[in-house]
């Protein structure tokens, strides 16, 4: 069990479905991570939410539109998806620790919720 | 981001020590060293992390060469539940308000026999 939920753990859609996924922790953490893991590769880094304000967009398509609306949740809206989307998505939650700065404190990840799109 | 360089794969036997080698030799005087796993079907799990200094808790010792350009993950007693993706990461140490991004490298693959 991790304190970071995701929910749902599976989901298929189609390319013009729009589908949303949700992230939620309890831990009082101000920074929130969305990452994508294709098979057998490293995550790579998505968004970054710091005290519910987008402050990393590692060049992602605007078929994905992430939201913070507070403290402890955080949500993926998915439109438009492509067939190449299909990948297990992880949230991530981390302390922020003086200065604006979180750069030391461990993220806890969730595990994932794999999406296929057809 | 400074890179790091991991074996792609190593092998152990359960109750054996396992000693994970990263060389990071562009590593920057603020760079912490971090150590993630991702065990199968599950998101990554963070391990430990320091500086200069050998680190040790629970899960696992951090041993940190001297001139900082390599580091060594030491599992004392290697487990089953230990297979995973072990992932050595450099993070920048930044008081200026921006964000040390977690960028994760290809990692180890440690399998462990019985």
């Known amino acids: 069990d991790t304190e970071v939920t995701q929910t749902p753990k599976h989901l298929v859609m189609g390319m013009t479905n729009k589908k949303s996924l949700k992230c939620e922790q309890h831990?009082?953490?101000?920074?929130m991570y969305w990452y994508k893991q294709k098979a057998k590769k490293p995550p790579e880094l998505m968004f970054v939410y710091s005290y519910e304000k987008l402050s990393i967009n590692e060049s992602v398509p605007s078929r994905f539109s992430p939201e913070c609306p507070n403290s402890s949740l955080l949500n993926l809206h998915l439109h438009a998806l492509q067939p190449e989307d299909s990948a297990l998505y992880l949230c991530?939650?981390?302390?922020?620790?003086?200065?604006?700065?979180?750069?030391?404190?461990?993220?806890?990840f969730g595990n994932g919720t794999r999406l296929t799109v057809t | 981001d400074a890179k790091t360089t991991q074996p792609n794969s190593m092998e152990s036997n359960e109750e054996e020590p396992v000693h994970l080698p990263c060389n990071h030799s562009t590593i920057s005087g603020t760079d912490y060293i971090h150590w993630y796993r991702q065990l199968p079907s599950q998101g990554p799990e963070y391990v430990i992390h320091?500086?200069?200094s050998n680190v040790n808790n629970r899960m696992a010792s951090l041993a940190i060469a001297e001139d900082r350009k390599s580091s060594t993950l030491i599992l004392h007693r290697a487990t089953l539940r230990d297979a995973a993706v072990y992932y050595c990461i450099l993070r920048d140490v930044d008081y200026g308000g921006s964000q040390g991004n977690l960028i994760f490298g290809k990692g180890t693959k440690l399998s462990v026999k019985p």
């Open positions: 831990m009082g953490h101000r920074a």
């Open positions: 991530a939650s981390s302390q922020v620790r003086g200065a604006g700065s979180f750069n030391n404190s461990p993220l806890h």
């Open positions: 320091g500086l200069t």
